[in-house]
């Protein structure tokens, strides 16, 4: 389990918590950078308490999950993909701290768990004691939701705070 | 047709800088609707987002003024519901239909007032709006929303179990997937069965 600090401060007692969940979709950095400029912007001149603490959660998929263990040469391509999925997990994170950072938003804490997205998703928010979790959502149809499972459903019904779900706009015509 | 800037469409860092730069003003402009209904869960809904979407609004800061609008919306069911228990007294006078409909409208301004009590006493300083619309709930939820190009559509839940929610039907559930604007679902407060 990884932690990593952003800039560490006085992080403030019994400030509300959103919890972003971000991949490396860029339907979840909408998300993010949607939460970001809603919630996080201080224009005001008071603009140095924001009302609310940023955590930033990313999944990384478990390398079984990509490849399965019984397959020929598996360890050796289990360890090549489980170097890969950390590598691109560690870019989300850049890219999430980089994304808070260009929203003047430096006090955010960031946690990467591998794992199932969904139960990743619900044991940051329990664990962080979050109001609210931000997820991305696919747009998918009911039947490809059905077929494939979606973590922004699951996160809806399952977990123990508010969801709030930020879809990507349509170009409108 | 191209909306009024109200949808950020940053792709790098660099733009979303200068688009954060520029429009810290407008963000907090939040156009924000919540749908309510008898049921504690949507004024749990409300009250929540009372607290939490418009923070500044107590106190007679100046930035109270440009915090955005709430729009309170109603869906009434459409009255052949009402006339079904009737039964086969197809001759039912129109007086009956018109008082029904009266019925329901009285109860839906109730409603509207009970909902927005909360909001004049929370952010007094803040614009609600009212809006009564007749139809299918879930659909005129969203229909309405995109309508009035909302930034949020704020919804309770009833909590229901995953079966119950196959069969009774979900509000939310619907609008989380069909709306096309943010959806945030309030969950009923830890507790309360």
New interface residues.
């Given amino acids: 389990m990884a932690t990593t600090k952003v800039d560490g401060g006085a992080v403030a007692l019994g400030k509300?918590v959103i919890a972003v969940a971000v991949d490396d979709s860029?339907r979840s950095f909408h998300a993010l950078?949607?939460t970001?400029?809603?919630f996080f912007?201080?224009?005001?001149a008071a603009g140095s308490t924001l009302?609310f603490k940023l955590v930033v959660v990313h999944a990384r998929p478990t390398p079984t999950s990509i490849i399965s263990p019984s397959a020929t040469g598996a360890p050796d391509m289990l360890s090549v993909v489980k170097a890969d999925l950390t590598k691109i997990s560690s870019k989300v994170i850049d890219?999430a701290k980089?994304?808070c950072?260009?929203?003047?938003v430096r006090d955010v804490e960031c946690e990467v768990h591998e794992g199932d997205p969904r139960i990743v998703l619900c044991q940051a928010v329990e664990k962080h004691h979050a109001?609210?979790l931000v997820v991305g959502?696919h747009g998918y149809g009911?039947i490809k939701?059905a077929v494939l499972g979606s973590v922004?459903?699951y996160c809806?019904?399952h977990a123990?705070?508010?969801?709030?779900?930020?879809?990507k706009?349509?170009h409108?015509? | 047709?191209?909306?009024e800037g109200k949808?950020?469409p940053?792709?790098a860092?660099?733009e979303?800088?200068a688009?954060?730069a520029g429009?810290?003003?407008f963000?907090?402009k939040?156009k924000v609707m919540a749908a309510v209904d008898e049921s504690e869960g949507s004024l749990h809904a409300l009250s929540?987002a009372l607290d939490?979407l418009f923070?500044s609004s107590s106190g007679d800061?100046p930035?109270a003024a440009s915090l955005g609008r709430l729009i309170l919306l109603h869906v009434q069911q459409p009255l052949q519901h009402f006339m079904h228990p009737v039964g086969p007294s197809i001759y039912a006078t129109s007086s009956v239909f018109e008082s029904v409909r009266k019925a329901q409208e009285e109860n839906s301004h109730h409603l509207l007032e009970r909902a927005a009590r909360p909001c004049s006493s929370k952010a007094p300083l803040m614009k609600t709006e009212t809006v009564i619309a007749e139809g299918d709930p879930k659909e005129t939820i969203c229909q309405v929303a995109e309508k009035m190009d909302v930034?949020?559509l704020v919804v309770g839940s009833r909590g229901l179990s995953?079966i119950k929610?196959a069969i009774l039907g979900s509000v939310?559930?619907y609008c989380?997937?069909h709306?096309?604007?943010?959806?945030?679902?309030?969950?009923p407060p830890?507790g309360n069965n």
């Fill in positions: 509300p860029e950078r949607w970001l400029l809603r912007s201080s224009s005001g009302p890219k980089e994304t950072l260009a929203h003047s109001e609210i959502s009911a939701r922004s459903d809806a019904h123990d705070c508010n969801v709030m779900i930020v879809k706009p349509k409108k015509n | 047709m191209e909306s949808e950020p940053p792709v860092a660099a979303a800088k688009e954060a429009s810290g003003e963000s907090k939040m929540w939490n923070p800061s930035a930034d949020l995953k929610r939310s559930d989380a997937h709306a096309k604007c943010p959806v945030l679902i309030v969950k830890k």
